[in-house]
Nanobody, 125 residues
Framework: QVQLAESGGGLVQAGGSLRVSCKASGRAFGAYSVGWFRQPPGNVRQFVAVLSASGRRADYGDSVKGRFTISRDNAKSTVYLQMNSLKPEDTAVYFC??????????????????WGQGAQVTVSS
């Protein structure tokens, strides 16, 4: 079992920055990859970024490449998503998720076993 809890969402102006955090507990940190997905209002869940279980491989969705960075702090069992140069179209509920079967990470939300409750990120124009 893996428990995930997001924090750090909020309201920011376009061009600003925000960092969301995903605190993990339960299974040993490093035994699963962690991905970030987002769900804009009225839209399907979208892939944002993923970090492999080893922490050595990261991948990003095309719309966030060069603006968002995924990282982790092993001592705190926490994965971060640093979001820079935010745009109104980044407005969404952001979810972190853990996959125990795709340790290199996956772009597909169906490959993730555990999910956090979500954090609202709103970017005003």
């Amino acid at each position: 079992q893996v428990q995930l809890a997001e924090s750090g969402g909020g309201l920011v102006q376009a061009g600003g920055s925000l960092r969301v955090s995903c605190k993990a507990s339960g299974r040993a940190f490093g035994a699963y990859s962690v991905g970030w997905f987002r769900q804009p209002p009225g839209n399907v869940r979208q892939f944002v970024a993923v970090l492999s279980a080893s922490g050595r491989r990261a991948d990003y969705g095309d719309s966030v490449k060069g603006r968002f960075t995924i990282s982790r702090d092993n001592a705190k069992s926490t994965v971060y998503l640093q979001m820079n140069s935010l745009k109104p179209e980044d407005t969404a509920v952001y979810f972190c998720a853990a996959s125990t079967t795709h340790l290199d990470g996956s772009l597909y939300h169906g490959h993730y076993d555990y999910w956090g409750q979500g954090a609202q990120v709103t970017v005003s124009s």
